[in-house]
């Protein structure tokens, strides 16, 4: 009934090592938030990381990446090294953003990871001048732009997709359908439900995928990142899936059932991709607990590493408001 | 009197207006179901219904806009903008349309809107979402702005922002949600003038929303130290209620603005202005004031502190003053 | 081929002869402006007349209408009287707006008629929000909204067709897709050219209609009006038509060919509808001349009646920035 | 030496730029085919190809964001917005991510972007095209902002501004598109600097863009009148040049600050603090300002002109600063 993981032992199991990384690093922010050690406002991604990985996956080390406030998971998967996103969501010096930015401004120029971004839609059209100047700076990189549902009814989102379309921008559009905007389910936002058909309807070939299943994702994103190059145009993707924990650490999740919430994480994405690879004889019980461990261990480190890591001098802090002139 | 929270307050004003017109309605983001993100409206989607406490998709100028529409229509709509970083994608509709119609109606068209939107710093949540403009809105003819700093504000300010015709923008500082204390139920709330919070006759601490509060410990701290501070809660920031501020400064001679917008062209400025224009011959020293540093405002706590007024800043600025 | 006028002989004079009321205005509005006695921006509808004439017939005389900066014809068609439109273009006190708005911003309360909006794409969330105090206060009035084809790249436009689509809300979306945008035809800003299948990704039923057969416009306005009272949900309608001058008294129209201006100006509204008519026997020449002799009169009155208007004493100036309070 | 107008100028340096440095593009509504709204891009687009002089759909949000993003991705983008008064679609990308971005990314990413946009009123094109919001937009840390009032800088400006690494803002005022004279070629341009374009000594008026030339046929006037102004070019308005608006007031003790924005709140506003912050006891009168009423910009002629700064209001501010 399932198809079995097409891929070699080394790549499954990669897949699988990403999504628990993502997977200890945000449960381990989360006691941390409780302790006090990071603040702010905490979006996780979990139950959503089949996403980011198999998405990201399926990109070349130079494309571009432009997220949200919930981006932990495609800062990693980008290539931002651990500690420096554990530092940054401590405020550190050593954070991918000086401690500047915190949980939900992460950002890389080294892996082109550009953010982080907590104004909802506000990656679209971003991604789309990157798109454009790669265009015309006759480069071959694409730009991946992640997103909620929810953003696809700001108006920045429909004018993001004309742009992308009417000018065949190299633009990789991953809506994160996880079916709720903070509280608001999607079939009270928006009266097209059917997030493929609107954007179709845009100009921008669409397809929707399980969002949950790790190789469907994979698969999906490299098929659209062939399109993207082939056909000169941009490509939507509508992942399906669901978080499993509060929009951030203060909602009260008033809005939705219990019970649809454990419904959901039945289809779990490292639950269902591991038993998946055990049945395939991919992964043994002691294989699994060792990926456990060794993410656990880069989790610990990073928490190690953000703690012994310094303030930020309250000296710098009207830095880079503008850009430093360069020494001639 | 009752004890309660500055958060309660407002969502006592709320169910209070919703209760006394049957036009008044909120609309927002994640106003009904989850009830409010800063949970200012939980509870009222069960009181009121769907009708009236009004789930919106994410499309702030659309329901912006929508409001003025409707208010046009005869509703008496609150809108509730989730957070002032996310009102400037409403700020066509808010400039160009809610500020100018009457006016460029010849007369015809009022706009009775309330947008109400979470404002301000100090809770680190970073550059995009740590904004305090209602200052910088407070340039807008044709809109009136106000900044509930108090319970009593908090909770009655609604009701009289209702029922002016005009369009009215109620900032509610993020940081004070959780202010705890003694509502007085009978206090009389006007949306017009400024309150002297404090009376003190060496020099004038001109303050409003979130920095009220530091403003009244500063004053507290120097009336240890033999200084005798006036506090002025400005209240209402469109139109500034001159008299009040212009009454205090001359019998104070001094003035310090504490304003946590960044400071050049913070509202700070046009109160110095004013004061300049109407008083220069009364005073002892230059107004002064305490602002934001000029810096998207940076999550790390210890940064962030660093970048707004904090009370041992007005503290030393008082002391300048009087040095 | 053509099919006969299905209307009355009044009926169907009466659409002619507001067309020429329009073309006649607007005309005499072009010459005064070249005389300096109009100023500002002015936008004409010529050869878009059909288009304001068929839909307005079709409405109540209680819907109320928003429309743009091209709105002479619509605010004339809703019952403005056509002194109060010239003297607010002369910028005199017995104009429509007395002399503050100028021919972008004619306003009638008598007559629900709420503008002219200079805002591309403005007036859309503004009819979704008058639709919806309608709806919450029991009314069975409509709004109508014009705008042309441009103003659906904004993305006021996408917020607004999704929320009047969620919530059901009487509004008619009357699209104006005369090709242009200023100088920017329709393929060279939006990806997707058909319009109706834009919107219709939406939720909101839409019809496309040419915009230069008055009788089209009237009928296919009158079913969207019935559709929007018994579905009880928004309709669009995509008008086909052309404007024949330039987009403001400043528009070099480098932008597009006079053979093509010329192809246009054969289909010419009043031109096809007054050869229909005649061809019914329902007009002839002499008919004609007294209906336009009507219109020029009608027009040289509106003139009079602005030359001899007063300023709004510059006293008043300051008057109406906030309502006036009323005495107790 | 040569004949041309701010127009022209403005083109000159359009052409110019896109000449020198191929990283460079124009993009906005109607820059192409259109020629440009106020014609400034006319011939451009058959100079410079499509790709390069690049017509937008109206979504004013996006295509300003998209240059965020290609200035990001190796570009040098100049965005168009019409008029400043479409800009506030375009406030969340420009004060959110533009501003934003440099300090929030911890110094990793600048963002070298041009928006020009058209600014101002005295056209009668009523409330909605009227705006002078430059001064509101100098409140934002993180933009420079530019007000060209002469020939030179027309030109002269864009080049550098395109040089520097941060987002500028660029406001072209409407009313001056026509002015005609001598554009000196030679001339060497900065954004950084205040100019004085007229020597005085007995008060300084401060002003920029389209309330230069108003400032400067005032002190013409005054001159005949025994009375010496100084006039000072902003040029910049963020930041702003303290050292050179200092140094004339200073020397003068009086100034008045002319500023085509409502007055509340105006930029005018945060010069009259600074002065009084910094120079305060070297002052012979309250520094004064003459504004715009504080009214949606009416269409009539006579009213339009009574909402705006006009020469006999200067003239009249002055005297009483020295009387
Ligand atoms: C413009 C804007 N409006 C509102 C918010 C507040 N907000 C933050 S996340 C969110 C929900 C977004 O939902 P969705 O796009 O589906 O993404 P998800 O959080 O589900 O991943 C809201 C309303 C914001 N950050 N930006
Ligand atoms: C938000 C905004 N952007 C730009 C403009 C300038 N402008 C006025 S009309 C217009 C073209 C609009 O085209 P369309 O919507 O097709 O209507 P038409 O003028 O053809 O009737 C433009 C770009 C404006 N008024 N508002
Ligand atoms: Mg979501
Ligand atoms: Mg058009």
Redesign the interface.
């Known amino acids: 009934m399932i198809a079995p993981v097409p891929y070699p032992q080394d790549f499954a199991l990669g897949l699988l090592h990403d999504m628990l990384r993502i997977r200890r690093l945000e449960e381990r922010a989360a006691e941390l938030y409780g302790e006090g050690k990071i603040?702010?406002?905490l979006h996780l991604y979990i139950g959503e990381e089949a996403v980011a990985v198999g998405a990201l996956h399926a990109l070349a080390a130079d494309d571009?990446v432009v997220a949200t406030y919930r981006e932990h998971g495609h800062a990693l998967l980008q290539g931002v090294p651990m500690n420096a996103i554990m530092a940054e969501m401590y405020?550190?010096q050593a954070?991918?953003?000086?401690?500047?930015?915190?949980s939900?401004?992460l950002?890389?120029?080294r892996t082109r990871f550009?953010?982080?971004?907590?104004?909802?839609?506000?990656g679209?059209?971003?991604?789309?001048?990157?798109?454009?100047?790669?265009r015309?700076?006759g480069g071959n990189r694409l730009t991946a732009c992640f997103f909620g549902e929810?953003?696809l009814?700001?108006?920045?989102?429909?004018?993001?997709l004309?742009?992308a379309?009417?000018w065949q921008l190299p633009v990789l559009f991953c809506c994160e359908n996880n079916l709720y905007?903070?509280?608001?389910?999607l079939a009270?936002?928006?009266?097209?439900t059917d997030l493929c058909?609107?954007v179709?309807?845009?100009?921008?070939p669409a397809r929707s995928v399980d969002g949950m299943d790790v190789v469907a994702v994979h698969e999906a994103t490299r098929a659209a990142v062939e399109q993207v190059h082939a056909g000169h145009c941009p490509c939507f993707l509508e992942f399906r899936t669901y978080r499993f924990r509060a929009h951030s650490m203060?909602?009260?999740e008033?809005?939705r059932d219990k019970a649809e919430v454990e419904e959901w994480k039945k289809r779990g994405p490292i639950h269902s991709y591991s038993a998946q690879l055990k049945a395939q004889g991919l992964l043994d019980e002691p294989g699994f607990l060792a990926l456990e461990a060794e993410a656990a261990a880069e989790v610990e480190a990073a928490v190690a590493f953000a703690e012994a890591a310094s303030?930020?001098p309250?000296e710098t802090?009207?830095?880079?408001?503008?850009?430093p002139e360069r020494s001639p | 009197m009752s004890r309660t929270t500055y958060r309660e307050a407002l969502r006592q004003g709320l169910r209070e207006a919703l209760a006394r017109d049957p036009r008044v309605f909120l609309m927002g983001e994640d106003v009904g179901r989850y009830g409010g993100t800063y949970a200012v409206s939980k509870g009222l989607l069960e009181e009121f219904g769907e009708q009236r406490i009004r789930d919106t998709p994410l499309s702030e100028l659309a329901f912006v806009a929508a409001g003025i529409g409707a208010a046009l229509g005869g509703l008496r709509p609150i809108v509730e903008v989730m957070t002032v970083n996310f009102s400037l994608l409403a700020l066509d509709p808010l400039m160009n349309t809610a500020a100018t119609l009457r006016h460029m109606s010849g007369g015809q068209f009022s706009v009775p809107l309330v947008v109400r939107m979470a404002t301000g710093a100090g809770r680190q949540l970073a550059a995009q979402h740590s904004h305090s403009l209602e200052g910088w809105y407070a340039h807008i003819p044709g809109l009136r702005i106000l900044a509930p700093a108090t319970l009593e504000d908090a909770r009655g300010m609604l009701w009289p922002a209702l029922q002016d015709p005009d369009p009215m923008l109620l900032f509610e500082h993020g940081a004070l949600y959780n202010l705890e204390g003694e509502l007085d139920e009978r206090e009389v709330v006007d949306i017009h003038s400024a309150r002297v919070r404090r009376a003190g006759t060496d020099l004038t601490l001109i303050a409003y929303g979130g920095t009220l509060g530091k403003a009244l410990s500063a004053a507290e701290q120097l009336a240890g130290e033999g200084i005798s501070a006036e506090v002025l809660d400005l209240r209402v920031l469109r139109p500034l209620d001159d008299a009040t501020i212009l009454a205090s400064v001359r019998r104070t001679r001094r003035a310090l603005v504490v304003d946590e917008g960044w400071r050049s062209g913070s509202l700070s400025a046009e109160i110095i202005a004013r004061i300049v224009e109407q008083a220069f011959y009364d005073l002892d020293a230059p107004p002064a004031r305490v602002c934001s540093l000029e810096v998207p405002i940076p999550y790390a706590k210890h940064l962030e502190e660093a970048a707004l007024p904090q009370v041992p800043g007005i503290v030393a600025a008082a002391k300048g003053l009087l040095g």
Request: net charge negative.
């Open positions: 603040r702010g406002f571009a405020g550190r954070g991918c953003s000086h401690g500047r930015g915190g939900m401004h950002f890389d120029a550009f953010g982080g971004n907590a104004i909802v839609a506000g679209l059209p971003l991604a789309v001048g990157l798109a454009l100047a790669e015309m700076l929810g953003a009814a700001e108006g920045a989102a429909a004018e993001s004309n742009l379309a009417l905007a903070m509280g608001t389910a009270r936002s928006q009266a097209q058909a609107k179709q309807a845009f100009g921008v203060f909602d009260p008033l809005y303030l930020e309250v802090l009207m830095n880079d408001v503008y850009t």
